[in-house]
T-cell receptor
Framework: GQQLNQSPQSMFIQEGEDVSMNCTSS?????WLWYKQEPGEGPVLLIA?????ELTSNGRLTAQFGITRKDSFLNISASIPSDVGIYFC????????????FGTGTRLTIIP | DVKVTQSSRYLVKRTGEKVFLECVQD?????MFWYRQDPGLGLRLIYF???????EKGDIPEGYSVSREKKERFSLILESASTNQTSMYLC??????????????FGPGTRLTVL
C-alpha cells in the first residue's frame, strides 16, 4: 500500500515566524489537498493543487505540488495566533469516488 | 452554509456497551465517511458510503459497523465498546466528483471515552 509521510509532526514557533511543512508519498497522485483543523473543530479544506509543479497562494499560505507528483509543501508566512491547529495533507488520484488517505498531521503551536 | 452535525461532542461509555454515533449532513451529499483521529496517526478511515444502504470498509473497520438508511444520515456503531476505541470520531460528507478534486466537509467530532 501507499506510504504517506508528513513532517514535522509538531512545530512550536514565535508569532511572526514563517512555517514550512511537507508530505511525501511512495505513490504518484494527481491532486494534493491541504486541510486545517482548528481546536475543537473538524478539518476544513485550505488549498487544492492539481497540476504537477504548481505553486498556489492563498493570502499568507503558499502550497506547491511537487514535480514528481509524489510530494507537496505548505508554507505559512508571518504566522499569527489564528494559524494554530493541525494541518493535514490529503492526496487524491482523481479516479472518481475514492477514499482519501490523510497525512499524520502537523500540529502548529504559536508562542506569543 | 454547508453543515455536518454529529450527535454528541463528548461521550463516555463503559466497556461492552453498544455505542451509536450519529452524523447528519444538510448538503444532499451522496458520499459520507467516518474517521477516527488519534495523536500521531492522523485521520484513519473506518467506513464510507456512496449511497443510501451502501457501505464500504475503510482502513480500520474491525470492531465497527455502519448504517445508512437515509441519504442525510450516516451512523457509526460500536457493537461492544472497548478501551482501545477511545478516540475522536469525525464524520464527513462530499458531493459526487465533478472536478479535479473532491472536497470533504467535516463535522466537529465526537470525543468518545470508553472506561
Amino acid at each position: 500500500g501507499q506510504q504517506l509521510n508528513q513532517s514535522p509532526q509538531s512545530m512550536f514557533i514565535q508569532e511572526g515566524e514563517d512555517v514550512s511543512m511537507n508530505c511525501t508519498s511512495s505513490s504518484i497522485f494527481n491532486t494534493w489537498l491541504w486541510y486545517k483543523q482548528e481546536p475543537g473543530e473538524g478539518p476544513v479544506l485550505l488549498i487544492a493543487l492539481y497540476k504537477a509543479g504548481e505553486l498556489t497562494s492563498n493570502g499568507r499560505l503558499t502550497a506547491q505540488f511537487g514535480i514528481t507528483r509524489k510530494d507537496s509543501f505548505l508554507n505559512i508566512s508571518a504566522s499569527i495566533p489564528s494559524d494554530v491547529g493541525i494541518y493535514f495533507c490529503a492526496p487524491e488520484r482523481g479516479f472518481g469516488n475514492e477514499k482519501l488517505t490523510f497525512g499524520t498531521g502537523t500540529r502548529l503551536t504559536i508562542i506569543p | 452554509d454547508v453543515k455536518v452535525t454529529q450527535s454528541s461532542r463528548y461521550l463516555v461509555k463503559r466497556t461492552g456497551e453498544k455505542v451509536f454515533l450519529e452524523c447528519v449532513q444538510d448538503m444532499d451529499h451522496e458520499n459520507m465517511f467516518w474517521y477516527r483521529q488519534d495523536p500521531g496517526l492522523g485521520l484513519r478511515l473506518i467506513y464510507f458510503s456512496y449511497d443510501v444502504k451502501m457501505k464500504e470498509k475503510g482502513d480500520i473497520p474491525e470492531g465497527y459497523s455502519v448504517s445508512r438508511e437515509k441519504k442525510e444520515r450516516f451512523s457509526l456503531i460500536l457493537e461492544s465498546a472497548s478501551t482501545n476505541q477511545t478516540s475522536m470520531y469525525l464524520c464527513a460528507s462530499s458531493p459526487p466528483v465533478s472536478g479535479p478534486y473532491n472536497e470533504q466537509f467535516f463535522g466537529p467530532g465526537t470525543r468518545l471515552t470508553v472506561l
